[in-house]
């Protein structure tokens, strides 16, 4: 028996999660397994009950989890509360508490989403890369931060890019280990012309590289990699970088798949493991049942194949995923091909050709 804890959040994480719990207990039919899964809120709707973005209990729920499921945090409502008390924090309470170091991005497209994408067909047909990025460190985490008021009435923010050698190192080789099962090529992130982080980042990787010399390594500054990513997105394979520049490209990264909607993910520590989707809880579309829950679906396939280790399985859900996507379309990927479903719809679709 494995226990979930499911976390829906906000907006329209509670839609996505329920049609990610569908395919879920078809999975456990299909396969004679069981999941105990318990929920419990985060983010706004923990706000709302306990006055906390996340609370202790929830916590410690999470720990003792073999793996959280969570949907989306924030919203327009909560966006004015100051930074401590905002739904964010209970996506970063987690990270920190669960020790979830290692962020894994995949942006694999669909044959059938070639036209989804705003890149054009021949730039992105055959786009395979993972992001790996670093979760529990860097800038969001770094101390000293704050704003500061100065003499003259001014003020000043300020925050820490901050990076020690046992973060860099653990990080890199989940990056490396990943690359074996891949292409064997890792590409590392950073901004050693300039960061003196970076400089740290850059030695500790090629450190750890030399352990790893079936896989090739290379370095990349990351202006020059958010460009590259438009321009030639087939040269990743594995793609290892900060907290801060991993959040930015694996946004742009997701653009390469069609839409946000589809890019899943995969947070893991040395003892626990969330999965959520890299989408936000977009607001302008929640209670409608109009959002794509693919992402949140693939994460529950990234959850059977890293937490528990049912490889078959993720493949049938994802396979299940390509099928529908042959016919079906939610309105975010909507192109001139396929058919409009709804969310709770496309749940269905895809739950109904999950196989053992
Ligand atoms: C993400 C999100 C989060 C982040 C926010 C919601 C705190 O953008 O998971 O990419 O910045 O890490
Ligand atoms: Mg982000």
């Known amino acids: 028996m494995y226990k979930v804890l499911v976390l829906p959040g906000d907006g329209v994480g509670p839609e996505v999660v329920d049609e990610a719990l569908k395919v879920l207990r ?5 396969a004679h397994l069981v999941f105990d899964t318990e929920e419990a809120v985060v983010g706004g709707a923990s706000l709302e ?9 929830t916590l410690s729920k999470a720990k003792a989890s ?45 044959p059938n989403l070639l036209d989804a994408s705003p890149l054009k067909r021949e730039v992105v047909e055959g786009v395979d890369l993972l992001v790996v990025r670093e979760l529990t460190g860097g800038i969001y985490f770094g101390k000293p931060r704050g704003i500061k008021k100065n003499p003259d009435g001014s003020e000043q923010g300020f925050n820490t890019e901050i990076y020690a050698t046992h973060e860099v190192e653990r990080i890199a080789r989940r990056a490396f280990e990943l690359a074996r099962k891949r292409r064997r090529k890792v590409v590392s992130v950073d901004k050693a012309n300039i960061l003196e982080s970076s400089i740290l980042w850059r030695k500790v990787v090629t450190e750890v590289g ?21 321009r030639n997105p087939k040269q990743f394979d594995v793609m ?16 390469l798949t069609g839409s946000i909607g589809m890019l899943p993910s995969a947070s893991l520590g040395d003892r626990h493991a969330l999965y959520e989707p890299v989408h936000g809880s977009a607001p302008d579309i929640a209670g409608k049942n109009e959002a794509n829950p693919i992402a949140t679906i693939l994460s529950v396939a990234l959850m059977l194949r890293y937490t528990f280790e049912l490889h078959d399985l993720a493949l049938s859900v994802e ?17 001139e091909h396929g058919q409009p479903v709804s969310c709770s719809r496309m749940g269905d679709l895809i739950a109904e050709r999950v196989r053992s």
């Open 49 to 57: 009950r306990h006055g906390v973005p996340i609370i202790e209990a």
């Open 240 to 255: 290892v970088t900060t907290n801060m520049f991993g959040d930015i490209l694996s946004d742009e990264a997701a653009m």
């Open 210 to 230: 030399k352990r790893f010399p079936d896989v090739q390594l290379s370095h990349m500054y990351v202006d020059n990699c958010a460009m590259q990513l438009i």
């Open 319 to 335: 396979r299940a995923v390509r099928e529908v996507l042959k016919g079906y379309r939610t309105v975010d990927l909507l192109q």
């Open 66 to 110: 073999d793996a959280v499921l969570l949907g989306a945090v924030g919203g327009p409502k909560w966006d004015v509360l100051d930074h401590p008390m905002r739904p964010e924090q209970a996506l970063l309470a987690l990270r920190e508490g669960l020790g979830l170091y290692a962020n894994l991005r995949p942006a694999t497209i669909d």
């Open 26 to 30: 078809k999975v456990s039919s299909v």
